[in-house]
């Protein structure tokens, strides 16, 4: 009778067991993804990191700053900001977009083969496994999805303000912070007063039209040009800029900085 009677207890606290595990998995599920969500960010912060006493770190804040927020002046290459509802807005087109930039380099997202972001996956002889990516590539993306959270405001029309935005958007990356140009773009100090000099770099099959449309309205030509220059005049290395990545407000502004800044 013992038995028979220990056997139901046991019976009774095993179901009452099974059905609070069964009650409670999808919370424990979820505290064990958050766990290794933050563990991954946390790698991912040591592989982006330029720290010397960290055997780990790939140096990605060399050139995209310490934080993510873009290259400190006098970097050898002044990265964009990567806090940034660009990307944000590009991943909800291609999820894959950050993880073929960090892989791959810059020349598959831009089309530039000039572009002075490196391949990092060791597949194409870069130094990053595919662990280590995943974690800078899960760093960025958090980074694109806090930006992508926050309002769209307009920006300022003003010299100051567009500024900024060649700061911020990308544009140092291949023609320097003070529009002098790299390997990757042709220097641009020169934008307000002519069309800019293309050699040594691909010359559009529009060529001729570019210098119409510039001396007809330098302002209606910029905004053709940075919104999809092979689209509008060929070819020519210049990564295409939508709306979906830069907001009309802020190409006006950019505009005004190309056209009337101290440049």
């Known amino acids: 009778m013992r038995l028979k009677t220990l056997g139901v207890v046991l019976i009774t606290a095993l179901a009452a067991f099974t059905m ?9 599920r979820e505290s064990v993804a958050v766990a290794q969500e933050d563990e991954l960010l946390e790698f991912g912060e040591v592989i982006f990191s330029d720290n010397p006493a960290e055997p780990a770190a790939a140096g990605c804040a060399q050139c995209h700053g310490a934080d993510g927020t873009g290259g400190e002046p006098g970097a050898q290459v002044v990265g964009p900001n990567l806090h940034s509802r660009s990307i944000f807005d590009k991943l909800k087109v291609n999820p894959n977009y950050v ?4 892989s791959y380099g810059g020349v598959v997202v831009s089309g530039n083969v000039n572009s002075p972001m490196p391949a990092w996956s060791a597949e194409v002889g870069g130094p990053l496994n595919e662990q280590q990516i995943e974690a800078v590539v899960a760093l960025v993306e958090s980074w694109a999805a806090e930006a992508g959270e926050q309002p769209v405001e307009d920006v300022e029309d003003t010299v100051e303000a567009g500024a900024e935005i060649y700061a911020t958007a990308g544009c140092v990356t291949c023609h320097a912070e003070d529009l002098s140009g790299t390997t990757a773009g042709p220097d641009i100090t020169g934008i307000g007063s002519g069309l800019v000099d293309l050699s040594g770099f691909a010359t ?3 060529a001729d039209q570019m210098e119409t449309d510039y001396d007809a309205d330098p302002r209606a030509f910029l ?8 689209g509008n005049y060929g070819a020519s290395g210049m990564p295409p800029h939508p709306e979906s990545s830069l907001s009309e407000s802020a190409l006006q502004a950019l505009i005004t900085f190309l056209l009337e800044g101290d440049h």
């Not at 609070?20 to 424990?28: E, F, I, N």
């Not at 905004?223 to 092979?230: T, Y």
Request: net charge negative.
């Open 223 to 230: 905004e053709q040009w940075i919104r999809d220059s092979a």
């Open 204 to 206: 559009p099959t529009g």
């Open 20 to 28: 609070l595990y069964w009650v409670t998995d999808d919370s424990r």
């Open 99 to 102: 993880h073929l930039a960090v």
